[in-house]
């Protein structure tokens, strides 16, 4: 199934192609659309957590020069679907968080509409708040699912009573705090509206997930939407979906009748608007025979939502597949506060889930007298202990084996505390990666030959000799602009050169979201289908005009086979013996993610996966003030994430093979793997470093002072 044409582009090392256009600054990015005398809206956000809004005064707003209107639920127009209250914005009095959109300021210039959004005064009446999670939260309740459509709580067995008997056990609770996604551009709208068609170039992973999302809310046919992307400066998650300030953008542009309007978060804004990780508390419980081979894993999970919409993080579910053990539990809890809404952040479930289980297996390493590589091998699994099903290919032994070779993890001394170099303290230390392999339905492509004469780069009409291919797939800076030609080259069978890509826009053939790592697979399997489509009809001679558009066969494997890409993260950290400090000075990362179709772009998806996984483990935390439900580090000089600086030696390599079962290209996702059981490598490393052992994330200097 994989080998279906023979790959000559696929495998290289491809330069970008957009790589020119960005870094002389001519790629347009949403905010630089040029559209027809913009106005620039500046939002009014909630300054209270919890209650209602009793007045506005905008008359000095609208007193300055310059400022166009001023929008409240008291003049906006109605929105025609309501159900999602994320987006439900300016439609009543009601506050749902601190920080919630709740006007707009439309003004000549960003200037002008900032200035004025400053001296809008609202008054409200405060109702009591609470922001506050805490693991005994009284208001902890099961939802009905979890993120992605996992069961909220799975069980094997009797875990209680394998916990009792187990010759070794171990109970304790990790950590995780609120994370922040700052993509390098922030999130933008620019909005405009004729009447009939709203259009928006907007900053997103999805320009069909913004599409679908805002038809229904502003009751629109599709065909009357239209989302442009071209490029966009990362996502992460927080763009997966669009939030209420796509919305505001929209409603701006349609009651400002002619206008389209234009709309920039702040990064401070972002804290609030654009969805983060929830904060998790992580019970671990695992029993051990006396050989090391676990008999029971437990994983009880609680964690936050916002009151006005449920956001449930499949942290526990990742713990359910990892490791063989016939008894097991995984659940989830969640307590609605009133703080802003959570959301996606790169590999959202397995990269919170895979830190408190896998500092837990080093811990038993230690508790056994074992290597945690030996106990990862003792504890392989024969097939997915969740789905029952045999994996489609797992490798991740050979992950391990290959890292140990490549890291020197043979030299290492077992006992914790037993290099210091200089004042600082040595260690290191391994955990497990692992992320599920998605490929979207519906996905697809158009392909078109070119006509003669035509060389005007007008959109399904490439020169002669040329293929147009069209999806409407975004490239979130990822590099999709390079690997789907290479995929179109290939199933074509032409050289790259005589690949037109026409991506990033709703004017072409249906395309799922850059999220869940499944793009490349999703969109390159509709690239193929429609260039076997192609061939089959028109052969290897096409005329003028050919054209042929197809969607890839769904994957049944799926339903027979655990899909899932693995991986090994190892790392070195030095800590300084008197001040606590905490450097990540040497890291590697091992993964098996199918075939890779550019090994350029792919390396930089797996380092910086990992880069934002030192920054996971030593930096990035969302400091909440329950007192006010906001977070009060919420820009870059206090919410710290790494710099050149803190990323001294790190390295990904892979596993040269393909997935026979990930579809036609035998690739699977390498976007999110990468940050998947980082944090907890270096939690490990830092344990056998210092010896103490450190359960609680971001990895602080303070808990390396005692
Ligand atoms: Mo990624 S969090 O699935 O966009």
């Known amino acids: ?13 491809m330069t970008r192609l957009d790589g020119a256009v960005k870094v002389t600054g001519t790629a347009p990015y949403a905010y630089d659309q040029p559209v027809e005398q913009p106005l620039f809206l500046h939002p009014v956000q909630a300054t209270i957590a919890r209650g209602r809004i009793i007045s506005f005064d905008s008359a000095a707003a609208e007193a300055m020069a310059g400022v166009v209107t001023v929008l409240t639920h008291l003049n906006a127009p109605k929105l025609f679907g309501t159900e999602d209250a994320e987006l439900a914005i300016l439609q009543s009095a009601e506050v749902g ?12 210039s960003p200037e002008t509409a900032r200035e004025a959004a400053g001296v809008v005064k609202v008054e409200y009446a405060v109702e009591p708040h609470d922001a506050q999670l805490r693991a005994d939260h009284p208001a902890l309740y099961a939802p009905e699912q979890v993120n992605a459509g996992f069961p909220t709580d799975t069980r094997q067995g009797d875990v209680d009573a394998a916990l009792t008997s187990a010759a070794v056990s171990l109970d304790q609770t990790y950590t995780t705090p609120p994370e922040h996604n700052n993509p390098m551009e922030p999130h933008t709208t620019v909005a405009s509206w004729d009447g009939t068609t709203l259009t928006l170039y907007d900053s997103t992973q999805g320009t069909y997930s913004v599409l679908s999302t805002l038809a ?41 009748t002619g206008r389209p309007v234009k709309f920039a978060l702040t990064r401070q804004q972002m804290f609030s608007l654009t969805g983060y990780r929830t904060p998790t508390i992580q019970r671990v419980q695992l029993g051990a025979d006396g050989d090391g081979r676990l008999t029971a894993i437990a994983m009880d999970v609680v964690e936050q939502t916002s009151r006005i919409k449920e956001f449930a993080e499949q942290t526990a579910v990742p713990s359910r597949m990892m490791y063989a053990a016939g008894n097991r539990r995984a659940t989830h809890r969640l307590v609605k506060l009133d703080v802003p809404v959570p959301s996606w952040m790169r590999a959202p479930g397995e990269c919170p889930g895979m830190f408190g289980p896998e500092v837990a297996m080093d811990e038993l390493a230690v508790a056994c007298g074992l290597d945690p590589i030996e106990l990862r091998i003792r504890n392989e699994p024969d097939v997915d202990p969740d789905s029952g099903n045999p994996y489609a290919s797992r490798h991740l032994l050979e992950c391990f084996r290959l890292g140990a070779v490549r890291f020197g993890w043979g030299e290492r001394v077992p006992a914790p505390c037993s290099r210091q170099e200089d004042g600082w303290l040595i260690g290191t230390g391994v955990a497990s990666s692992t992320y599920p392999f998605y490929r979207q339905p519906n996905n697809t492509a158009r392909i078109s030959y070119g006509m003669a004469g035509d060389d005007t780069g007008t959109a399904g009409a490439a020169p002669e000799g040329r293929y147009t291919v069209q999806i409407g797939a975004a490239d979130i800076g990822t590099g999709t602009w390079t690997t789907l030609t290479q995929i179109a080259a290939d199933a074509l069978g032409c050289p790259v050169e005589t690949v037109r890509l026409e991506i990033g826009d709703t004017a072409y053939p249906m395309a799922s979201v850059a999220g869940g790592s499944s793009g490349t697979a999703s969109w390159g399997g509709a690239i193929v289908a429609a260039a076997e489509a192609f061939r089959s009809e028109y052969g290897t001679h096409p005329g003028p005009g050919d054209e042929a558009q197809a969607q890839p066969p769904e994957n049944d494997d799926k339903k027979h086979f655990a899909l899932h890409s693995f991986g090994a993260q190892f790392a070195e950290v030095r800590v300084c013996a008197d001040t606590g400090e905490i450097r990540v000075s040497r890291m590697l990362g091992v993964f098996f993610a199918g075939r890779i179709i550019n090994p350029r772009t792919a390396r930089s998806q797996f380092i910086g996966g990992m880069t934002m996984g ?23 000089a206090e919410y710290h994430i790494p710099t050149n600086a803190d990323i001294e030696d790190l390295d990904a390599i892979w596993l040269e093979d393909h997935d ?41 200097a303070d808990k390396f002072l005692s």
């Open 216 to 256: 229904p809310v502003f009751g629109l046919a599709t065909e009357n939407i239209r989302v442009i992307a071209p490029h966009v400066g990362g996502g992460f998650g927080s763009k997966g979906v669009p939030h209420a300030h796509v919305v505001l953008a929209a409603l701006a542009a349609q009651c400002c």
């Open 97 to 108: 968080f601190r920080g919630q959109l709740i006007g707009a300021v439309l003004a000549e």
């Open 1 to 13: 199934m994989s080998e279906l044409f023979p790959a000559r582009a696929i495998g290289t090392p």
């Open 614 to 636: 030192v920054g996971m483990a030593l930096h990035e935390q969302g400091v909440m003030d329950p007192r006010f439900g906001i977070i009060v580090n919420h820009d870059f």
């Open 660 to 700: 026979s079962h990930a579809g036609a290209l035998g690739a699977r996702g390498i976007g999110e793997i990468g940050i998947v059981g980082a944090a907890a490598a270096i939690a490990n490393a830092a344990f056998h470093a210092t010896g103490i052992r450190a359960r609680d994330l971001p990895l602080t």
